[in-house]
């Protein structure tokens, strides 16, 4: 089970939104990459990155402070936000991203996102995000009609590494995370998925801890971490097993 430390950028800054929400946005880091290396100080394994910005502008905005985190950490990122294309995808990877991840284009173009997987085997996830039931785009300005589930089984077959499943409803509000539409998720495909949108504190640590939650790769915390809610270290040593 993998604890993803989550770092969304806006205007270059480390920023935390509620329920994707640009306007609701708390600073809580003005250096990314210094953020960054103190988590992995911290003990975790593994970086969760979104360009918030490129994810509404369609394209890589953010790319600067992205690229100082890679150079600041030697721990594997997974990025996403804006990534709506080969190139973009060829570009970061090459720079040091260890997986990059297809929010929007999964809807828009699935073609493109099953081509991108099986260049790119264990490199590509596909971030699915979903308010009710239904998987939002755009940086989640916009709601479609498809079901989670739907979508994610259209990417079975084609080499895609995991989903990441977001509950927009539980982004930021440290309300916990919605581990029954999450299982019932992965328990619905083969691809190992992750849990993201409102890990509040040990508690939730503990559920994933839990047999019906053996399916998942993982879990995304953010807000909780930056608000001292969740200790890390006490979050680490629980999910190894170890002492608190």
Known sequence: MILFPAIDLKEGLCVRLQQGDMNRATVFNHDPAQQAAEFE????????????????AGKPVNAYAVERILEAVTMPVQL?????????????????VTRVILGTAAVRDPAFVKDAARRFPGRVAVGLDA???????????????????????????????????TDIDRDGLLKGLNLDATIALAEGISVPVIASGGLASLDDVRALMEPRAARLEGAITGRALYDGRLDARRALALLAGLPL
Request: charged share 25%; no cysteine; net charge negative.
């Open 41 to 56: 100080n911290q003990g975790f394994r593994y970086l969760h990155i979104v360009d918030l910005d490129g994810a509404f």
């Open 80 to 96: 996403g936000g804006g990534i709506r294309d080969i190139a973009t995808v060829e570009g970061w990877l090459a720079k040091g």
């Open 131 to 165: 308010k009710g039931g239904r998987v939002a785009v755009e940086g989640w300005a916009e709601t479609s009609d498809l079901d989670a589930l739907d979508l994610a089984r259209r990417f079975e077959d084609a080499g895609v590494a995991a989903i990441i499943y």
